[in-house]
Structure formats: structure tokens, C-alpha cells
């Protein structure tokens, strides 16, 4: 092999090696800003409805960053008291008949289609790695693998509009990376903290049963450290 050859292929090689990392920036940066949309950094409250089938279920969250979440159980009122606690991907429920808290998965169900974590932990970037799969003039499509252990999804399958950066849809894989589980829905965007964001989340499972997740308020809040607490999370009402 001659020397023109050795450089021609190096040459080669360091391009592949530039656009994969240019293709994967970019992942990261459509991921990062859908979930800013999605989901902002920053402190807030709000108060959501999660309708599964033919029963109600409203929440109040108060979140601090992406990693500090405590879910307060306010209907139907045979549930109330039944709080959760997300520190990082720690998640407990307080169980008010046995008066104490209990380790659960974020993957578990809170209600019909909806897990735990579809409330309370739901960041792609920094939790996943992301790389494009597709894209037309309109849309960017992605498959995240989850970087991190107890996550909610393993893998996920999402669509992202390209003039707005507004997630569209989601697959929910399984952990092989193939079998869909749950399909998501991000829709009625309106103005929320500030921004567009998604109001009603439609998910849907494999046998077509949906429950929607409705986000009726979310408003800055502002809260300390030391309010995400076990003691903090049994107290609220």
C-alpha cells in the first residue's frame, strides 16, 4: 500500500468519524430542545388529569429541575394521601394504611396506560442516547437508548417537527429495542409557563385501550432542596 493510499484512507476515515459525531451533536441538540418544551429545567408547579378508561385522576407535581418530583394524589379521594417522591430515578410512594413509604419503578402503572414516570421523570436528554434514523421536510425521526438504569423506557421511537422543535409522537419500546409497547401522543399545544407546550398526552397501548394525561396549569415556582424530602412528600394533602 502506498503512501497516496495510507493518507486517501485516513483522510476517509476521519470524515466518517466527523459526520458521525455532527450527526450525533445534533441528535442531542433536537432531544435537548424538545425537552425544554416538553418539560423545562426549571422550578414549577402544576396540576394534572390522568383519565384512564372511566376513571379521574388529578395530581398535583411540584418539580425542581429535572431530577426532584413529589406527586400529590388529590382524586378520586380514595387515593388521596398516596404521594410519590422522584429523587434523580429514586422514586417511593408514601401508602397512607401502612403509614409508610415504599420503593417502586418508574415503569410501573399509576393508572391505565400511564406509568409512574410519565408524570414524574420524563427527560430524554442526558438520560438517553439519541441518533436519527430518518427525516423529511417536516419532521426528524430519533431512537433513544436509555443510558441509565430504571428508567421508564428502555427505548423510545420519537418524532420531532423540525421548524418548532415540538415533540409529535413517541413509540414506548421494549428492551430489545423493537417491540412497541405504548404509542404517545403530544398534543393541544398552548401557552404554558411562558411557552408552547404540549396540554394533553395520549397514550395508547398494543391492545388500543388510551388514558390522557391533561396538564389543566403549570406555573414558576420556586422551592429549596430540602422541600423534596420523604417527611415533605407524607405531609402534603
Same mark, same amino acid.
Given at each position: 500500500?502506498?503512501?497516496?493510499?495510507?493518507k486517501?484512507?485516513?483522510? +476517509?476515515?476521519?470524515?466518517?468519524?466527523?459526520?458521525? %459525531?455532527?450527526?450525533a451533536?445534533?441528535? @442531542?441538540?433536537?432531544?435537548?430542545k424538545?425537552?425544554?418544551? %416538553? @418539560?423545562p429545567a426549571e422550578?414549577?408547579?402544576?396540576?394534572?388529569?390522568?383519565?384512564? !378508561? !372511566?376513571?379521574?385522576s388529578?395530581?398535583?407535581?411540584?418539580?425542581?429541575?429535572? #431530577?426532584r418530583?413529589? =406527586?400529590?394524589?388529590?382524586?378520586?379521594?380514595?387515593?388521596m394521601?398516596?404521594n410519590? /417522591? &422522584?429523587?434523580?430515578?429514586?422514586f417511593?410512594?408514601? =401508602?397512607?394504611?401502612?403509614?409508610?413509604?415504599?420503593?417502586l419503578? /418508574?415503569?410501573?402503572?399509576?393508572?391505565?396506560?400511564?406509568?409512574?414516570? #410519565?408524570?414524574?421523570?420524563?427527560?430524554?436528554?442526558g438520560?438517553y442516547?439519541?441518533?436519527i434514523?430518518?427525516?423529511n421536510?417536516?419532521? =426528524?425521526?430519533? /431512537?433513544?437508548?436509555?443510558?441509565?438504569?430504571?428508567? +421508564?423506557?428502555?427505548? $423510545?421511537?420519537l418524532? =420531532?417537527e423540525k421548524?418548532?422543535?415540538?415533540p409529535?409522537?413517541?413509540?414506548?419500546?421494549?428492551?430489545?429495542?423493537?417491540?412497541? /409497547?405504548?404509542?404517545?401522543y403530544?398534543?393541544?399545544?398552548?401557552?404554558?409557563?411562558?411557552?408552547? %407546550?404540549?396540554?394533553?398526552?395520549? $397514550?395508547?397501548?398494543?391492545?388500543?385501550?388510551?388514558?390522557? $394525561?391533561?396538564?389543566?396549569? &403549570?406555573?414558576k415556582?420556586?422551592?429549596?432542596?430540602a422541600?423534596?424530602?420523604?417527611?415533605? &412528600?407524607?405531609?402534603?394533602?
Open positions: 500500500m502506498n503512501q497516496k493510499t495510507i486517501f484512507l485516513a483522510f +476517509t476515515a476521519f470524515l466518517v468519524f466527523f459526520s458521525g %459525531r455532527v450527526w451533536d445534533r441528535a @442531542n441538540d433536537i432531544i435537548k424538545a425537552d425544554e418544551i %416538553r @418539560n422550578s414549577y408547579e402544576m396540576m394534572i388529569e390522568v383519565q384512564a !378508561e !372511566e376513571e379521574v388529578e395530581f398535583q407535581v411540584f418539580l425542581k429541575g429535572q #431530577d418530583t413529589i =406527586v400529590v394524589t388529590k382524586a378520586p379521594s380514595k387515593d394521601g398516596r410519590m /417522591l &422522584m429523587l434523580d430515578r429514586d417511593q410512594a408514601y =401508602v397512607p394504611n401502612l403509614k409508610r413509604s415504599i420503593r419503578s /418508574l415503569s410501573q402503572k399509576l393508572s391505565g396506560q400511564v406509568s409512574n414516570g #410519565d408524570i414524574s421523570r420524563t427527560r430524554w436528554y438520560d442516547v439519541a441518533k434514523e430518518s427525516e421536510t417536516s419532521e =426528524v425521526q430519533l /431512537l433513544l437508548e436509555g443510558k441509565k438504569d430504571n428508567l +421508564t423506557y428502555a427505548w $423510545i421511537r418524532w =420531532v421548524k418548532s422543535g415540538h409529535l409522537r413517541a413509540e414506548y419500546l421494549g428492551l430489545n429495542g423493537r417491540t412497541v /409497547l405504548k404509542n404517545a403530544f398534543e393541544n399545544y398552548k401557552n404554558l409557563a411562558g411557552a408552547q %407546550r404540549p396540554s394533553l398526552i395520549r $397514550i395508547e397501548d398494543k391492545a388500543n385501550k388510551t388514558s390522557f $394525561i391533561r396538564i389543566k396549569s &403549570m406555573d415556582k420556586e422551592y429549596n432542596d422541600f423534596f424530602s420523604l417527611k415533605k &412528600m407524607e405531609s402534603l394533602k
